[in-house]
């Protein structure tokens, strides 16, 4: 029988699933909304629905390459411990691969693409992981970047994968030296690339923000325009990657040690899991209090 949006909204409305992991089912039952059901049970995709309101904010980065383009991206999940999961790393590893592969321009493309070429989404893939880890997981985000053979990508997970970066550099194929302006990024976290990157409304709400300081400090308002000036150079040095200084040798600049390597930054791109997102606070007495309560 002919599928319609009425009957794959009251399915999804009773098992939170997917749209087009509801579809598939009604089409697989004919249309049967019981039996749909019990087969999205069957799928693991019902269980996981049940999970989608629990706090997911542990998880991990993962960096894909294959030659000209590389992916990064972030899965979260519930707690640090399914992130030594093999079944999590198996996720991250196969989530990669399929978005270097289909490049979608969205998580919500990504998730409704084809994972194996049988008409299983990605969505369902990650469905199938959750029902047997028994824990919240989602593609939070993701990022593709491609080069050309005379450029270098370089990556670097700290932590096992707490915070991922991935950068793109113009001009040399030493991957160490993508690499090592990597490893800067994670450690310094830059904001911008450069000085010219920086918007001028922020340049001008920091350059006001310091001529006050400076006022309220009592220094003569003849020298304040030079102090403020002064001063917007270690506010370029704390947001922008060329202007650091290089951690692994601070005596120079990121932009001194790229240049030596007849190179130039083109972009980069810094995850930190969980970064911006609400995290779960257990209160164990206060979860003890509820339990007597509800006895």
């Given at each position: 029988?002919?599928?319609?949006?009425?009957?794959?909204?009251?399915?999804?409305?009773?098992?939170?699933?997917?749209?087009?992991?509801?579809?598939?089912?009604?089409?697989?039952?004919?249309?049967?909304?019981?039996?749909?059901?019990?087969?999205?049970?069957?799928?693991?995709?019902?269980?996981?629905?049940?999970?989608?309101?629990?706090?997911?904010?542990?998880?991990?980065?993962?960096?894909?390459?294959?030659?000209?383009?590389?992916?990064?991206?972030?899965?979260?999940?519930?707690?640090?411990?399914?992130?030594?999961?093999?079944?999590?790393?198996?996720?991250?590893?196969?989530?990669?691969?399929?978005?270097?592969?289909?490049?979608?321009?969205s998580v919500e493309e990504a998730l409704q693409q084809d994972m194996d070429g049988e008409g299983n989404s990605v969505e369902t893939y990650i469905n199938?992981?959750?029902?047997?880890?028994?824990?919240?997981?989602?593609?939070?985000?993701?990022?593709i970047l491609t080069k050309t053979d005379n450029d270098s990508f370089g990556s670097y997970l700290h932590m096992g994968g707490r915070i991922g970066v991935?950068?793109?550099?113009?001009?040399?194929?030493?991957?160490?030296?993508?690499?090592?302006?990597?490893?800067?990024?994670?450690?310094?976290?830059?904001?911008?690339?450069?000085?010219?990157?920086?918007?001028?409304?922020?340049?001008?709400?920091?350059?006001?923000?310091?001529?006050?300081?400076?006022?309220?400090?009592?220094?003569?308002?003849?020298?304040?325009?030079?102090?403020?000036?002064?001063?917007?150079?270690?506010?370029?040095?704390?947001?922008?990657?060329?202007?650091?200084?290089?951690?692994?040798?601070?005596?120079?600049?990121?932009?001194?040690?790229?240049?030596?390597?007849?190179?130039?930054?083109?972009?980069?791109?810094?995850?930190?899991?969980?970064?911006?997102?609400?995290?779960?606070?257990?209160?164990?007495?206060?979860?003890?209090?509820?339990?007597?309560?509800?006895?």
């Amino acid at each position: 029988m002919a599928i319609t949006a009425q009957m794959v909204k009251e399915l999804r409305e009773k098992t939170g699933a997917g749209m087009m992991d509801c579809k598939k089912a009604l089409t697989e039952t004919d249309g049967n909304i019981e039996q749909a059901i019990d087969y999205l049970r069957e799928k693991g995709v019902a269980k996981a629905a049940k999970k989608s309101d629990r706090i997911a904010a542990e998880g991990l980065t993962h960096v894909e390459v294959d030659n000209n383009v590389a992916a990064l991206l972030e899965v979260n999940c519930e707690t640090d411990f399914v992130t030594k999961n093999d079944q999590f790393k198996t996720l991250l590893t196969k989530l990669g691969n399929h978005i270097i592969t289909n490049k979608p321009s969205s998580v919500e493309e990504a998730l409704q693409q084809d994972m194996d070429g049988e008409g299983n989404s990605v969505e369902t893939y990650i469905n199938s992981v959750v029902a047997k880890i028994g824990e919240k997981i989602s593609l939070r985000r993701f990022v593709i970047l491609t080069k050309t053979d005379n450029d270098s990508f370089g990556s670097y997970l700290h932590m096992g994968g707490r915070i991922g970066v991935l950068t793109l550099l113009e001009g040399t194929t030493d991957e160490q030296v993508a690499k090592d302006v990597a490893m800067h990024v994670a450690a310094a976290n830059p904001l911008h690339i450069s000085r010219d990157a920086v918007s001028e409304d922020e340049v001008s709400r920091e350059r006001e923000v310091l001529k006050t300081q400076a006022l309220n400090e009592g220094k003569p308002e003849k020298i304040v325009e030079k102090m403020v000036e002064g001063r917007l150079g270690k506010f370029f040095e704390d947001i922008c990657l060329l202007e650091q200084n290089f951690v692994k040798d601070p005596d120079q600049k990121v932009k001194k040690y790229v240049s030596d390597k007849g190179a130039t930054v083109k972009s980069f791109v810094r995850y930190e899991v969980g970064e911006g997102m609400e995290k779960r606070e257990d209160n164990f007495a206060e979860e003890v209090r509820n339990q007597i309560n509800n006895q």
